[in-house]
């Protein structure tokens, strides 16, 4: 009785309606939110205070307590977490990267930036298009129009590279309101990878071309732009730099995994706002292929954006460390790397993070899986919201989330929407009575926040 009580105590004092200050955040981190009856609404106070720091909210605002609640966690940096095995792994191999002018490392780590960032830093300042779908409300978490929680360690580019930068990794928390199950979080952690050249560094520090140097050139006065370049670079100069990004993706991965003199890879051609052209990059693990990273050559006006002009030219990418060391590591599922569970973390307490580890499952709990059918009173709902409120209700006991039917009656002239809802515990056996509990706590909530009728 004693657990129920506190899963029912915590369910509400995630969501909304008496919410002051969430369990694991900072004290600083309040949250009161209240519940518009007739508009069906969350009605969020004039101002959020988050890390002693007060932002107005307004139509954009839609964090919850249970994004605030992992806020400063930093997981890349609590010493053995997988996370910070990974991390240390990237580092080495990029501190062995030497500046032959100065025999020092040539890349700068960066991993303690803050991840509320503006706007214009977020998208803006990489050129995203005002009308890109990676801008909205349903794929970020807002605290007001002009202010989000980064959705990519990107947000961070054009500021370091201001400061003087010309080769660094940036690595932290993002933040993207997506699906629920196994492999995928609303907040995960990024590694951004950014090195420039100009000139002299693209091609007298390449064998191949160095005595071409004089004939070569970084830009062009071409306008035209195809598959294999911007306009206005020079097709040698992109090849140099797109050998120069292979070959340290290609390079990286080799020494993260095992079996590398037998990895299997491949590059494939994507499309990304803020590098053309740009490449996936994959790798084949017992006969099924894994994206690892998305990449490419950086768009010319984002570097001046960063004030340096026409004088240099580079590559950047972006990796997922979850989705690496859930590879790395055999963790089944993502919601392990926020357990505080001693089973789990106890098996990464080693110093040496090259050392080769399998994660051994603790335990195996029983899932419970209840459905939830609405009738919609008026439009359907965003799938993205409502994984939002189960997450922000159910927290971690939440394994999956799928909409598994969806119609339109005209009879009734209502949308019907069903959803699966998988729970599961990390630690523990979770009985049907606190569980039904909850997804009834989810009913309500369902019915107030979005004007549905349960079937």
């Known amino acids: ?57 307004d139509s954009w605002t839609n964090v919850n307590p249970h994004i605030l609640s992992r806020l400063g966690q ?13 991390t240390n792994r990237i580092r080495q191999y990029f501190y062995q990267q030497k500046d032959p002018r100065k025999q020092s490392p040539k890349f700068s780590i ?25 801008r909205t409300k349903s794929m970020n978490y807002y605290i007001n129009k002009d202010t989000l929680f980064r959705a990519h360690t990107s947000a961070h580019q054009v500021d370091l590279i201001r400061s003087g930068l010309n080769a660094f990794l940036c690595i932290g928390d993002v933040y993207r309101r997506d699906s629920i199950d196994p492999t995928h979080y609303p907040i995960f952690h990024q590694c951004e990878g950014v090195q420039l050249f100009n000139k002299e560094e693209l091609f007298m520090e390449n064998r191949n071309v160095r005595g071409e140097k004089d004939n070569l050139q970084i830009f062009a006065s071409n306008e035209y732009r195809d598959a294999t370049k911007q306009e206005g670079h020079t097709l040698e100069a992109v090849k140099l730099v797109e050998a120069s990004l292979k070959q340290t993706i290609t390079d990286l991965f080799k020494t993260l995994f095992p079996n590398a003199a037998t990895l299997n890879s491949r590059w494939i051609d994507a499309t990304f706002p803020f590098t053309h052209p740009s490449w996936e990059y994959e790798i084949e693990i017992d006969g099924k292929w894994y994206e690892l990273l998305g990449c490419g050559i950086i768009e010319q006006s984002v570097l001046e954006n960063s004030g340096l002009g026409k004088d240099y030219i580079g590559w950047a990418f972006g990796l997922g ?10 963790i089944p599922d993502i919601r392990l790397f926020w357990s505080t569970d001693s089973g789990f973390l106890s098996q990464f ?25 609405m009738w919609m009173n008026k439009t359907r709902i965003d799938p993205l919201d409502l994984y939002d409120l189960v997450r922000s209700i159910g927290g971690d006991l939440i394994e999956q989330v799928l909409l598994i039917d969806e119609f339109y009656h005209e009879k009734k002239d209502k949308h019907s929407q069903t959803y699966r809802i998988i729970y599961r515990s990390m630690d523990r056996t979770l009985t049907k009575n606190e569980i039904n509990m909850i997804h009834k706590d989810i009913e309500n909530h369902c019915q107030k926040q979005f004007d549905v009728e349960i079937r």
């Open 349 to 373: 307490q080693f110093e040496d993070s090259t050392r080769p580890v399998q994660y051994k499952p603790v335990s195996a709990y029983p899932q419970c899986i209840n459905d939830l059918s």
């Open 1 to 57: 009785m004693r657990i129920l009580n506190r899963l029912l105590i915590q369910s509400t004092f995630r969501y909304h309606y008496r919410t002051n200050t969430v369990k694991a955040q900072k004290k600083s981190n309040t949250f009161n939110l209240e519940y518009d009856p007739i508009k069906q609404t969350i009605i969020y106070p004039p101002e959020l205070l988050i890390n002693n720091k007060n932002y107005p909210t």
């Open 110 to 134: 960066i991993d303690n930036l803050s991840p509320i960032v503006t706007v214009q830093q977020n998208f803006d300042s990489i050129c995203t298009p005002n009308d890109h779908v990676s």
């Open 321 to 330: 460390l979850e989705r690496i060391a859930m590879i790395m590591y055999g």
């Open 74 to 86: 930093n997981l890349h940096r609590q010493k053995n977490h997988p996370l910070y095995h990974l």
